[in-house]
Every structure is written in structure tokens, then in C-alpha cells.
């Protein structure tokens, strides 16, 4: 650990403060220091001395400016951001043949409780706590397995992750538990008589106990929150925390809004006279799911207020699906015919940016169907999925180039077949359209009245969902829930979560195996979901994603879609990014919105985004893409960057603006890239400021899981993320689907019971297709088909040579071209399972994920003592899975509604939080044994015993203490047998 002091000092023309490393003053800050200060800034009026002992390398320590303050820093921090990525990217791009490394992070909630009166409240300890035990851990280093501590939002939260990486041997998943453990077992030892630490992802009564909600006591409100719930105290005490905290709040110019929709239950006040289209069951009954499309309450808020919210719904009928395709969800990309409406006019020439020609582009014909989005502040401009642009008519407006047409409006253009998609074209089930015949390689040329003939067969109106009408006042009802209202970004970064981070090979593993984590993001997140409480209420959801994503919404009025005259009117603020009128379709805590990896790099091909599943509109900082393209930065990336830049930095310290060096440090590319929060987090390799450094290469961080209450389950999903990702790679698979179908997965995942009940949108063929399954007059078939059908599979073909399979770099062939196979709905490359079948198989062409790790494990001949233990927590998963075993968050409902005292009114009481937090508890420490959570899967009972070595210490004891120790031993039996026998 290294003191950091940032010495604030009030003289005229001399400089805001100075960092001083204080490495060389072990004892604290000295007498000598102090004097030196003294005469330094003997002119001054005062000067004040803030410390932190923290490690090294956590959380930047000085003194955060105001949000006024900050602003006219902001844009020198976005673009210096953007220089520090370029200068690292160059440096570290090369990098390769670095070895699996992967770690995770537990979060842990400390809490109160008064057994007398069944109350349990917040320990506002967390920082006492973690000194303690990152002291012990310095007095034990030389453990091998040991832990790091390190601060988190709330002054009751601590996180843990391994001192070291785990690296990538079969018997190092064995470590992952084992280290779990060890961490409860330290955590044991510094909890006080009457605290306790259970692996929960939430306080149930967080926000619900007003002034009496902590100990020691703190009041509601505060400058930093503003909340009616929660007070400022509770904010971890650290100076990034509530600097984050007000800065949101002041940016959105509001209050963040959380509106969870509420569990209804037989006595909930909220829903007795409420009229909505939505059924007792949240929904439309059978077995659609409630949807809570998390992150767009504003137009629900502004019509029924703070304790509502419409919801949507997950029907699975065909007509609902194309409904659903059609719905008004700008958050998608569009589709877009070229249509030149000159004379001899072929097509248009993409635009490398808005009117800047890219000659050396194959260009779109007329007939070419293409997906891009309007961009909202150059009007007349779309920017398309691949990252070139186009115009949507002639400067002055008379000659149309572009139309939007329907999403069920498709063609096969020559593009794709150069592309080398490896799966083949299914026939789509409904309003297929004719494709044009090709001329000469390219889209023939439709006129003008023959296409609006086809385009008139797929009617919008047709496949709009059906209206629901309260048909006794005549008006349209939508599906409204009462709300659990929570108003401050400790609700959401209050709840605690499982992360994994691995390292990869290189840049483009990372990249790969960040696309296709983005894919399995909502599958693990609803098979772990544990967030059914929320401010002593019972909600009508199952995880905490959609809550922090609400609680961290910085984005203004504008920049959320709102145009009434009050929010645009003087909303302009020519500090922020994009002067904070750019839309921005989500939260800085959500979903990916765009693939990173690249793909094929054809000369003819690299100056566009290659990946076909990118189907949302992607809002970027337009002059940085082109810097990062300038700079040689690939198009998918350059995106990828541009889009994490458009938001502004949250925190800026004194004195680490413009004295960064933007060639050697990355502050300000991580001060944006930290708090874009979404479920994948790609990380470049971090400066080395010191040869003794430790390497570390590119990484790629998962986020979405939540927290179990056992550490047998938490190693169980950390293994069986480790290890899917190493079947991806080692049998080349591909888990690609569009991003919207990725943003639908994320919205049923928070859905009641989503694990058990929902079915998401999954890849249908992982690897490509060969001879069997119907195409287009070809029949092609799953290489897996044999084998799920029980047959022999075919021997190995020994002849086989790599070299038809990788490139020179090594890197498969068929990975590279996996962004270009065909992906789109209408291509039928995915569809909806159920969480069953996405881990045990569907059919004969879906083999599941758990028999390809089992594959696995079986190719790369894991140790049998392993193999047990990998196979007990692939079970769990897969009981999981099927429903016969359930997740904490249905649990925790169920004894909530099982409680004596709970009168189904939707309310968790402090008797009932009481007793479901002592009995998370005693399930996490293997005291209590709950057969719905874990079937017969059982552990041995945690304690502090074995928490720290003990030391074989000679120091002189006392003559008292040693007379009174013998004493318990010189009568023992044992020795008299033995002495009777000499």
C-alpha cells in the first residue's frame, strides 16, 4: 500500500494542489513532511491534507471537483481518452501467446442484527472491515491462495477477488471454490458478535427504514442523493463515490427514477382498484412473460407518475413475433432500400463519412436492401451497419436516394455471397419476398412501381398487435403495475455480484470472446437471478441489472428521447458530449450495443464493420471514429470506442487533467471506459509504470451473473463460464445472434422465474451446416445431428491438416468468417428455447452447452478428481435449468410468502427480513441445508477454523498462563495408559 495525499492549498496563482507519493514515509505523514509543506506554501491562507491508505492500482485518491467545476474539463478528458487508446492500442496491439488467466470477484453486504427485537439493519463498517483483513492478508503472504479487499459503493459493502489469477489448468477450477471459501472464512473473522455477511445481492430493506436503517444511525437525504429513502451516509466514504453520485443526479438534471414493477399478491393495496391489461400473473396469461423494458419509463412516468410503470409482454405466438419486429423500438436498425429515383442512375457510392466519397468501396445498387439508422444531429444522413454512410436524398432535397421499408423486406445480395456466409439461407416462414434476379454480380435495378407493389403485401398495420380497450369507458389500456420507487444510485450499485475476468491469447480472442459472452450475458443472468426485494417490498422481477442501469441514468431529457418544449427548450450545454442533445438509446449501465470483432480482413472488405448480427443503432462521436480510423483503428472497433465516448466522464480529480500523459497513462480513457457499465467489458492491457510490473494482456471482463448464497454455486457458474469459453475456442463455435434479439433475451431475464418459465432467442447451428437440412433446394444437416441421434459418429479424419482450417496468424478460418455468416431473423439462424434446452440440447442439430463442456473436458483428458467435482456443478446447473432445482431469487420469494407473518400483501416486514437474512446466512456457511436450492449437493459447514496460519511463535510466555495451559493435559487418560506400560 502506498499514502496518497492531495494537499489542497488557497494561494493566489499557485497551482489547485499536488500529488505527493508518500512511499518513502512508512510511518505516515511526517513531522518533516508537514514543515516542508509548511514553508513551501508559507504564503498561503490555509492548506488541508487528505489521505487514504489504499493498494496500489484501485481507486484514484485526491480531491474530485464539482460537476460545475468539471465541465470545462470534459472535453479535453473525452478527446485525451481517445489519444491515450490510440498510443496504447499501437503499443500493445502485437501482443500474443499469453496464457489463460482468469479471476472473479464476490461482493459481500455486512449487516446488524438485534436478535431481541428481529430487526437487522446496514453496518456502516465496510472500511474498518477492510483494512482489517487487507492487513491480515500482508501478514500472510506468504499463503499462496489469499485475497484482495477492496472498496465498493456502499460503506456496508466489501469486494473480494483471488490475490492472484487463477491460470488455466484443469486443477485450478478446483482453486476457485476453495478460495471462496477461504474468503468467507477471513470475512468470518473480522465480523463483530452481532454482524453477519451473507453473499446476497441486496439489503431487502434498503430505503424502507428511514432515519433507522443503519448503524450507527444516519439521516435520509443528503446533497449528494437528494433522496426521500436513503441518506448520504451510506456512501462508501471514498471521494469517487459520491463525487459519482451527485454528478449523475446533476447531469441528468433530475433525480435518477428506478421503477421496478411490484409483485402482486392476494392483499397488495397497490393493484385492488387498478384496471390494466395485464392479469394477476403480471401478464397475458399462459405462458407469456411479463417484460420490464428497464431504462424507458419516461413516457409511463410523465402519464400515470412515480409508482407506476408499463410493462411489456414475451407472447410467443407468430403474429406477436413479427408484431414485435414492427414495434415502435427505435433502438434498432432500420431497414433501407436503395431506390435512385434518376434516370441511368445505378446506385450511390458509400461515404467513408458524410459527404466524403469512398471510391475503393464495392458501393449498393439500386434494389440493395441495407440496415442503418438516421443520425439524429446531421439530418439527411444514415449511418449504415457496416460503418459507411449515406445520403437519403440529393442536397436540395428533390431526388430520393434511400427508403425505409419493412423489416420482412429482404434480399441475397452479391455482398453476402463475397462474405462466404458458412451457414446457407433457410426459407423464411412468412411474407417472403422475391429477390430480384442479379445482373452482373449486383442487385438488379427495381423500378419504382414494382417495388412499391411488393412492399404493399406486407401491410405494417396487419402485424400490429392486437388493442386492448377498457370497453366500459372506451379507453386504451395498457399493461400497468404498480411501481417499487426508488430515487438514488445506491439502490442499484448497493446490490452486490459474481464477475469473472480471463485473460486471452490476444487482442483477437479478446475480442471474440467478448462478442460471444454479449450472447450468453442474459442466459447466465436469469439462471442466477437473486434479486426479488427491493425496498422491504416483493418485486415482480428476479434480477438486479435493470435497477443499477435506472439508478446510474445520467443521460439528460434529450439525449432519453424526451422533446416536449420544457426539455429541449435552452437544453443545449456545449460542455458535454454531444452537447448533451445526442440520443442515446441507453443507460451507461446496459447491454452491449455493438460486436467488436472484426472478422475477415479481405483488403476489399476492411474499411467497413464486417458483423451482421449488429442490428441497433449505434450513436457515436462521429469526429472520434474518424480519428480512431485515421489512427488505424479497424472499423468495428473504431465503433465500439466512438459509441463508449459519446458519454462524459463523471469524476475529475485536481490536478490530473491536462499534467496526464496522454503516451504513457490511460486515466482518461478509463475514467469513460469504468463507467460504461455494460454486461461485457473489453480491457486493453494497462501501462506498465514499472519493469518489476506485472505482464497483463487483453482481458475480457463478465458481468451479468448475480450472487448465490452458497460458494459451491458461485464457483459452479465461475467454472462453467470458464469453461464454455474455452469450448468456443477449442471447437470453433459461434454463438452469434442479432443484438436486438440480445437486448429481448436482457428484458426476459429480468422476468419472474425467467430461468424455469421463458424461452430466449439462442443460436440454432454453432458450427456451419453440412450435407442434410432443407435450404434453398440443398439440404444441409447439423455436423451434430449423428450424435444427438445416437448414432455412431464418424471416425477422425486423420488426414485433416490445419492448414485448411487457420490462416498464417494461426487464427481459425472459421471464426474469422463467423461475424459474416448469415444471422439475420429472417435467415432463421437462431430461435427460442427454453433455458433447458440451451444447456442439455434441442433436437438433432443443438447438442447444449453442458455436453460440449463435458466434450471438453473428456478432449483435453481432465484428472478424474477434477471431472467429479466439474461434474457437480454441471448438475446443479442443469437441475437449475429444468426447474427442478430453483434460483435464490425464487427461493427468497417463496419464504417470504411462506413466512407466519407475512399477510400477502407484498411487504417483507423486518421480522420476515430478519429471518431470511439469518437464514441466507447459515445456508452460505453449510449450516443449514435447503435441498430446492441445492438438491443432495452438500459442503462442509464454513468457520473461522483455517482462516489464517498459525504461527510457531518463541516468544517468552508468562509462568500464569503456562501453568493454567498444562493443567488441561497432565490428567488426560492417554498418558497414564502409556506411562502404566513402561
Known amino acids: ?129 477492510m483494512d482489517q483483513l487487507n492487513e491480515n492478508e500482508r501478514l500472510h503472504t506468504h499463503r499462496s491462495e489469499g485475497a484482495k479487499w477492496v472498496p465498493e459503493y456502499g460503506s456496508w459493502m466489501v469486494e ?76 462508501n466514504p471514498h471521494p469517487r463515490f459520491g463525487t459519482l453520485t451527485a454528478n449523475i443526479r446533476q447531469r441528468r438534471g433530475e433525480k435518477v427514477y428506478i421503477g421496478v414493477p411490484l409483485f402482486q399478491d392476494v392483499n397488495t393495496p397497490e393493484y385492488k382498484d387498478l384496471k390494466t391489461a395485464a392479469n394477476l400473473h403480471g401478464c397475458c396469461g399462459g405462458d407469456s412473460q411479463q417484460l420490464w423494458r428497464y431504462g424507458r419509463s419516461d413516457a409511463a412516468r410523465a402519464k400515470y407518475g412515480d409508482d407506476f410503470v408499463v410493462v411489456g409482454c414475451s407472447m410467443n405466438s407468430a403474429a406477436f413475433a413479427a408484431a414485435e419486429k414492427e414495434s415502435d423500438d427505435e433502438t434498432r436498425l432500420c431497414k433501407w432500400i436503395v431506390n435512385v429515383e434518376s434516370p441511368g442512375c445505378k446506385g450511390l457510392f458509400y461515404r467513408s463519412a458524410p459527404n466524403v466519397i469512398a471510391p475503393d468501396a464495392d458501393w449498393p445498387r439500386n434494389g440493395d436492401i441495407l440496415f442503418g439508422s438516421e443520425i439524429p444531429n446531421i439530418p439527411g444522413w444514415i449511418r449504415l451497419q457496416n460503418g459507411y454512410y449515406l445520403p437519403m436524398h440529393s442536397d436540395d432535397g428533390s431526388v430520393r436516394f434511400l ?55 406486407v401491410s405494417l398495420e396487419e402485424l400490429k398487435p392486437a388493442v386492448v380497450h377498457d370497453k366500459s369507458h372506451g379507453n386504451h389500456l395498457e399493461r400497468v403495475r404498480a411501481a417499487i420507487h426508488m430515487d438514488a444510485m445506491a439502490f442499484g450499485m448497493g446490490c452486490c455480484c459474481l464477475q469473472v475476468t480471463f485473460q486471452a491469447q490476444d487482442v483477437d480472442e479478446s475480442r471474440y470472446i467478448f462478442d ?247 443460436r440454432r447451428h454453432l458450427a456451419p451446416l453440412e450435407e442434410g437440412d432443407d435450404g434453398y433446394g440443398v439440404r444441409f444437416t447439423s455436423m451434430f445431428t449423428g450424435v444427438n441421434n445416437g448414432t455412431t459418429p464418424p471416425a477422425p479424419n486423420v488426414t485433416e491438416s490445419f492448414d485448411d482450417v487457420m490462416d498464417d496468424a494461426g487464427v481459425s478460418l472459421r471464426r474469422k468468417q463467423s461475424p459474416c455468416a448469415m444471422g439475420s431473423d429472417e435467415e432463421n439462424s437462431y430461435e427460442e428455447m427454453t433455458m433447458a434446452e440451451i444447456m442439455t440440447g434441442k433436437g438433432n442439430y443443438f447438442p447444449g452447452l453442458i455436453p460440449l463442456v463435458y466434450a471438453y ?15 457437480q456443478y454441471l448438475e446443479l446447473i442443469e437441475k437449475r435449468s429444468k426447474g427442478e432445482l430453483l434460483t435464490p431469487a425464487t427461493w427468497m420469494r417463496n419464504f417470504v410468502r411462506g413466512h407466519p407473518s407475512y399477510k400477502g400483501d407484498s411487504v417483507v416486514s423486518e421480522e420476515i427480513a430478519y429471518d431470511l437474512m439469518v437464514a441466507c446466512k447459515e445456508i452460505g456457511e ?51 495408559d502409556k506411562g502404566s506400560g513402561i
Open 926 to 976: 453449510g449450516k443449514r441445508h435447503e435441498p430446492t436450492l441445492l438438491g443432495d449437493l452438500r459442503f462442509k459447514p464454513i468457520s473461522t477454523d483455517g482462516a489464517y496460519d498459525v504461527k510457531l511463535d518463541a516468544k517468552r510466555v508468562q509462568n500464569s498462563i503456562l501453568l493454567e495451559k498444562l493443567s488441561r493435559y497432565t490428567h488426560r487418560k492417554s498418558f497414564f
Open 516 to 762: 460471444q459472452l454479449a450472447v450468453l450475458a442474459p442466459i447466465l443472468m436469469a439462471l442466477t437471478a437473486s434479486t426479488p426485494i427491493l425496498k422491504g417490498r416483493i418485486a415482480d422481477t428476479d434480477a438486479r441489472w435493470g435497477i443499477i442501469s435506472e439508478s446510474v441514468d445520467d443521460r439528460t431529457p434529450v439525449e432519453r428521447g424526451i422533446n416536449s418544449a420544457d426539455s429541449t427548450e435552452s437544453a443545449e450545454q456545449p460542455e458535454l458530449a454531444g452537447k448533451g442533445m445526442r440520443r442515446i438509446y441507453k443507460s451507461r449501465y446496459d447491454s452491449i450495443s455493438t460486436y467488436i470483432y472484426q472478422g475477415c480482413s479481405e483488403s476489399a472488405l476492411k474499411n467497413r464493420v464486417l458483423n451482421m448480427y449488429n442490428d441497433l443503432a449505434v450513436p457515436i462521436d462521429e469526429s472520434m471514429y474518424k480519428d480512431l480510423r485515421d489512427a488505424g483503428i479497424d472499423p468495428a472497433l473504431s465503433q465500439h470506442i466512438a459509441h463508449l465516448f459519446i458519454r462524459d466522464p463523471l469524476v475529475v480529480f485536481s490536478g490530473a487533467v491536462e499534467e496526464i500523459d496522454d503516451e504513457t497513462q490511460t486515466e482518461h480513457f478509463e475514467s469513460i471506459q469504468s463507467t460504461n457499465w455494460q454486461t461485457v467489458r473489453w480491457k486493453p492491457p494497462p501501462p506498465r509504470n514499472d519493469p518489476n510490473d506485472p505482464h497483463i494482456g487483453w482481458r475480457t471482463e463478465f458481468r451479468s451473473m448475480e450472487m448465490q448464497l452458497t460458494d459451491v454455486e458461485n464457483a459452479a457458474f465461475v467454472v462453467f463460464v470458464v469453461l464454455v469459453t474455452r469450448v468456443i475456442l477449442a471447437f470453433d463455435l459461434n454463438l452469434y445472434i442479432p443484438l436486438s434479439r440480445v437486448d429481448a433475451n436482457m428484458n426476459r431475464a429480468h422476468s419472474r422465474s425467467a430461468y424455469s418459465k421463458a424461452k430466449f432467442f439462442f
Open 857 to 871: 473436458l473428456d478432449y483435453i483428458q481432465c484428472d478424474e478428481f477434477t471431472f467429479n467435482r466439474v461434474s
Open 160 to 235: 473480494a477477488t483471488p490475490n492472484a489469477p487463477y491460470r488455466g489448468f484443469a486443477n485450478d477450477l478446483l482453486r476457485v471454490e476453495r478460495n471462496m471459501r477461504l474468503r468467507r472464512k477471513r470475512m468470518l473473522c473480522v465480523l463483530a458478535d452481532d454482524e453477519i455477511a451473507p453473499t446476497v445481492s441486496t439489503f431487502p430493506l434498503l430505503g424502507a427504514l428511514g432515519n433507522d436503517g443503519t448503524v450507527p444511525a444516519s439521516e435520509v437525504g443528503g446533497s449528494k442523493t437528494l433522496s426521500a429513502y436513503i441518506g448520504d451516509a451510506i456512501i
Open 403 to 457: 427508403q425505409k421499408v419493412s423489416t420482412e423486406f429482404h434480399s441475397s445480395t452479391e455482398e453476402k455471397r463475397k462474405l462466404g456466409a458458412s451457414t446457407p439461407l433457410f426459407r423464411s416462414s412468412n411474407h417472403s419476398l422475391p429477390v430480384p434476379p442479379l445482373h452482373d454480380g449486383a442487385m438488379g435495378q427495381l423500378k419504382a412501381e414494382a417495388l412499391m407493389q411488393e412492399l404493399s403485401k
Open 1 to 129: 500500500p502506498s499514502l496518497i495525499l492531495h494537499v489542497v492549498v488557497e494561494k493566489p496563482k499557485s497551482p489547485s494542489g499536488i500529488f505527493i507519493d508518500t512511499t518513502t514515509f512508512p510511518s505516515g505523514i511526517s513531522p518533516f513532511l508537514i514543515s516542508v509543506l509548511n514553508q513551501l506554501y508559507s504564503g498561503s491562507t490555509s492548506f488541508a491534507v487528505e489521505a487514504f491508505t489504499l493498494q496500489m492500482g484501485l481507486l484514484k485518491v485526491g480531491v474530485p471537483k464539482t460537476w460545475d467545476e468539471s465541465k470545462k474539463d470534459l472535453r479535453y478528458i473525452r478527446n485525451a481518452g481517445v489519444r491515450q487508446f490510440i498510443s496504447t492500442y499501437n503499443r500493445v496491439k502485437d501482443l500474443k501467446g499469453d496464457e489463460l488467466l482468469f479471476g472473479d470477484e464476490v461482493e459481500y453486504g455486512v449487516f446488524i442484527l438485534d436478535p431481541a427485537n428481529k430487526k437487522i439493519r446496514l453496518s456502516l463498517r465496510a472500511k474498518e472491515i
